[in-house]
């Protein structure tokens, strides 16, 4: 197992150097060699099931641990060594033993994300939506984390006063404005803007200053418009969800990089759901999915059952939202 846990670790370095984030793919790198002895070492290196981002991602169990020392303040030499974006083995081991209970603690959470910036793909679908079908959304998101997305209504794109999302946008820009009237979401471990904050942050990589920037205005926003987060399985909650239709209403069923996440009873039954709720011009359901296939970043695609059925590729996406190819097409 101590090696599939350092294979772990040197394939997250990989993905976060892919993803842009060198200081944590350098982490990633050292902890792969670094780590030998002490209870942290023992605990990671012995890990039973999946150590990589495909099972219980441990390198980033640990790294969010780090991150949360400075965050909290505990460690200032860390603090230093990540304001100056220079880490070396010794200080990362100086603070994993320093800390070891802390960390320890935080080992036995997997990590949780809720990337805002993968609202401005919500703003370009809800948009394109209002061009076929104006009604006000109801918005119902799988895999919702905190909520902090089914906020994306209340987000901006380019340029505006708190939560400002700027992808690298290629294609043209979508116009149209919609409403929304309702919003909720699932999750099978709901975290809160209120008290969640610091778990959110430290996950999110700390050489991204724009990335965490942009998490502290969401938690802030959210705390005034709470989002409404329930406990459960996707499938189970989006089959009570649309077994009435709601009149009036575009429901409007979206996941962003979650489906990967989801049991394959999971996934088997939100499709039966998709396929099988009533909707008709009076009420019409939606859904879009922001998902790997297996190309260059995440697919956008979009259905929509108003008494007729269209489905349309809306085009590609960065996993963390920092560009987006906005190439709408119908498909059969």
């Given at each position: 197992?101590?090696?599939?846990v350092r294979e772990a670790f040197r394939d997250q370095a990989r993905a976060c150097r892919d993803l842009g984030s060198p200081m944590t793919a350098d982490i990633c790198d050292l902890l792969a060699d670094a780590l030998q002895d002490g209870p942290v070492a023992d605990r990671m290196l012995d890990w039973p099931g999946d150590p990589s981002s495909r099972g219980h991602s441990v390198p980033l169990r640990l790294c969010g641990a780090l991150h949360a020392l400075v965050l909290t303040g505990r460690d200032a030499a860390l603090a230093d060594a990540?304001?100056?974006?220079?880490?070396?083995?010794?200080?990362?081991?100086?603070a994993i033993d320093g800390h070891r209970d802390f960390v320890l603690d935080w080992l036995d959470s997997p990590p949780q994300t809720n990337e805002v910036a993968r609202s401005a793909a919500l703003i370009g679908a809800a948009r394109f939506l209002s061009g076929h079908c104006d009604m006000p959304l109801s918005l119902l998101e799988l895999g919702t984390s905190a909520g902090l997305n089914l906020n994306f209504d209340?987000?901006?794109?380019?340029?505006g006063d708190g939560v400002v999302l700027t992808p690298e946008w290629r294609g043209d820009v979508p116009q149209g404005s919609f409403a929304v009237a309702d919003r909720r979401g699932v999750d099978l471990n709901p975290l809160s803007a209120e008290h969640?904050?610091?778990?959110?942050?430290?996950?999110?990589?700390?050489?991204?200053?724009?990335?965490?920037?942009?998490l502290r205005a969401a938690l802030a926003l959210a705390r005034t418009h709470p989002p409404m987060v329930e406990a459960g399985d996707a499938g189970a909650w989006l089959r009570d969800r649309l077994a009435l239709p709601e009149p009036g209403r575009l429901r409007l069923v979206f996941h962003t990089v979650a489906a990967q996440y989801f049991p394959p009873q999971t996934l088997d039954m939100v499709a039966d759901t998709l396929a099988r709720s009533p909707a008709d011009a009076a009420s019409p359901l939606a859904h879009f999915g922001m998902e790997a296939d297996g190309g260059h970043g995440a697919a956008l695609s979009l259905t929509l059952r108003d008494g007729d059925t269209r489905r349309w590729s809306l085009g590609r996406a960065d996993f963390h939202g920092r560009w987006i190819e906005w190439a709408p097409r119908p498909l059969a």
């Open positions: 197992m101590t090696t599939t990540y304001a100056a974006r220079r880490v070396d083995a010794d200080l990362l081991l100086a209340r987000y901006h794109l380019f340029e969640d904050g610091l778990r959110l942050m430290a996950y999110c990589w700390a050489d991204q200053d724009a990335r965490l920037e942009r």
